[in-house]
């Protein structure tokens, strides 16, 4: 009984004990203050496109002419509508110096760069088989009056620091690299230990370029001088490189020399990368009059969008011109105004460049 005794009152000791513990009220742990926190705002899209048109190549008839601003023209107010335009620049602006020549070494008058200009042309490339027709002196003679004339270029290059210079451009916020490469030069070359340079199409060069330009830009465009003069597909070596352009990572090919349109494509590869290529955009101020496809030409072009650090290159177009003789002269047009009168039509455009590509 002593036992049971002193049991009850050890139990009832510790339940005093817990209800005093439970009546002295605890303090509440402060809360932390709450930061207000403003979300970052969502990048707005920029979006620009980029263009090039075709060979400015001047046989001799067109060459002679006084002014070239009428034979472009009809085709200003298209070629305005773009924020970046490039223009092949074919044939050696070099007649203040070798005289009006137009086939087969050519030498045009300096002044169709100003025409050039006239209907929105931003720079030049000068990665073609004409450009050492007229040798060193020819060569130093095409940078005196691009610099007369102030006419951007790549392609080809003064001296090697210009041609290590990176040709970038900025598109309201959206910067492109711009290089180019022609195949060859006719069988002219530029004596050992000159100073100027052309990009010749070789891969190790190409893909060096193209590895030291990509960190600087957002999107990398190639102009290739390449393949087969006056058929509408491509060739099995145009592929193989243009493969070779989008492994390394090239977002955009302009395809220059057929004289002649051919197909465009959308190239992918493995790492998800993709590569607009237009395999020839054709003439456009030129007159190879034994074989008139090669008076259908126009202006290929892509639009990049921009958001944030995305960058999205999208609806390849092309629009489509024809020279057509007009009381004598050779003028351009937009090909969809003189169906009529041109060699070609606007469903043989599409026929050629294929139907992932919106032909007007």
């Known amino acids: 009984m002593k036992k049971l005794l002193t049991a009850i009152t050890l139990s009832l000791a510790l339940l005093a004990g817990c209800s005093e513990d439970q009546s002295i ?92 200009h006239y209907v929105g042309v931003d720079i030049v490339n000068l990665a073609n088989n004409h450009t050492v027709d007229w040798g060193e002196e020819g060569v130093q003679t095409i940078f005196e009056n691009l610099e007369k004339h102030n006419m951007p270029y790549f392609g080809a290059y003064k001296s090697d620091e210009d041609r290590y210079t990176p040709r970038i451009i900025d598109i309201d916020g959206v910067t492109v690299g711009l290089l180019g490469y022609t ?5 002219y070359y530029l004596p050992e230990g000159s100073p100027y340079n052309v990009n010749y199409i070789v891969e190790e060069k190409m893909l060096a370029d193209i590895e030291n330009l990509e960190p600087l830009v957002d999107v990398v465009a190639v102009s290739m001088h390449w393949g087969p003069e006056y058929v509408t597909t491509e060739n099995e070596e145009q592929r193989r490189l243009a493969k070779v352009l989008n492994d390394a990572g090239v977002e955009i090919v302009f395809g220059s020399h057929p004289h002649i349109l051919q197909p465009y494509t959308l190239l992918t590869n ?80 599409r026929s050629v460049l294929g139907p992932d590509v919106t032909v007007e």
């Open 25 to 116: 009220e605890k303090e509440s742990p402060t809360p932390a203050p709450t930061e207000d926190v403003t979300p970052e705002p969502e990048p707005t899209p920029i979006t620009v496109n980029i263009a090039m048109i075709g060979d400015v190549l001047l046989h001799r008839g067109i060459a002679l002419y006084d002014d070239y601003t009428p034979s472009f023209e009809p085709v200003k107010e298209m070629l305005t509508q773009y924020d970046y335009l490039i223009a092949n620049q074919e044939s050696a602006p070099i007649a203040n110096k070798f005289g009006v020549i137009g086939y087969p070494r050519f030498s045009s008058p300096p002044r169709i760069l100003d025409t050039l």
């Open 183 to 187: 195949y060859g030069t006719n069988g």
């Open 270 to 349: 493995t790492q998800g990368e993709k590569t607009h290529v237009f395999y020839s955009i054709g003439n456009f101020f030129a007159t190879i009059t034994s074989a008139p496809d090669t008076f259908i030409g126009g202006a290929a072009s892509v639009e990049i969008t921009k958001t944030g650090d995305d960058i999205d290159v999208h609806s390849p177009h092309f629009k489509a011109t024809s020279m057509i003789v007009e009381n004598g002269r050779y003028n351009i047009h937009p090909l969809a105004n003189v169906e009529h009168a041109a060699p070609r039509n606007l469903d043989w455009v």
